[in-house]
C-alpha cells in the first residue's frame, strides 16, 4: 500500500516561490507515474504536473509550464514541486498522488491515481 504524504505549503506573496515535498512510502520501486494536483474551493481538482519515474520524463500543465517544476530524489523516497513565479490563481490545496498506469501519465487525469495524499495548502495573496 502506497502512502503519501505533503509538507511545505504555506502563504507566500504573489512573486515568491515555495516547494512542495512529498514523502512515499510503501512503494515497492516499480514504475509509477508521481503526480501533483492542486484544488481550489469551489473548482474540480486539476492536474499540475506528473514523472514517471521509469524514465524521468515530466509533464506539466499549461498554466504553470515555465514556473513549476516537478522532481524525485534519487530513492525515489520523495517528490518534489517547485513552485516559483506563483501567483493567486495559484492558491489551493495541492495533493500528492501515484499511478501504476505509466501509459497515461501524461493526462494528467485524476481517474488514474489510485494513491493520495491528504494535501497541503498553498495560498498566494497580490
Known amino acids: 500500500q502506497v502512502q503519501l504524504v505533503e509538507s511545505g505549503g504555506g502563504s507566500v506573496q504573489a512573486g515568491g516561490s515555495l516547494r512542495l515535498s512529498c514523502t512515499v512510502s510503501g512503494h515497492n520501486y516499480g514504475d509509477y507515474c508521481m503526480g501533483w494536483f492542486r484544488q481550489a474551493p469551489g473548482k474540480e481538482r486539476e492536474g499540475v504536473a506528473a514523472?514517471?519515474?521509469?524514465?524521468?520524463?515530466?509533464y506539466y500543465a499549461d498554466s504553470v509550464k515555465g514556473r513549476f517544476t516537478i522532481s524525485q530524489d534519487n530513492a525515489r523516497d520523495t517528490l518534489y514541486l517547485e513552485m516559483n513565479s506563483l501567483r493567486p490563481e495559484d492558491t489551493a490545496s495541492y495533493y500528492c498522488?501515484?499511478?501504476?498506469?505509466?501509459?497515461?501519465?501524461?493526462?494528467?487525469?485524476?481517474?488514474?491515481?489510485?494513491?493520495w495524499g491528504q494535501g497541503t495548502q498553498v495560498t498566494v495573496s497580490s
Open positions: 498522488a501515484a499511478s501504476v498506469r505509466g501509459d497515461y501519465c501524461s493526462s494528467l487525469t485524476t481517474g488514474i491515481f489510485a494513491y
Open positions: 514523472l514517471y519515474t521509469a524514465t524521468g520524463t515530466t
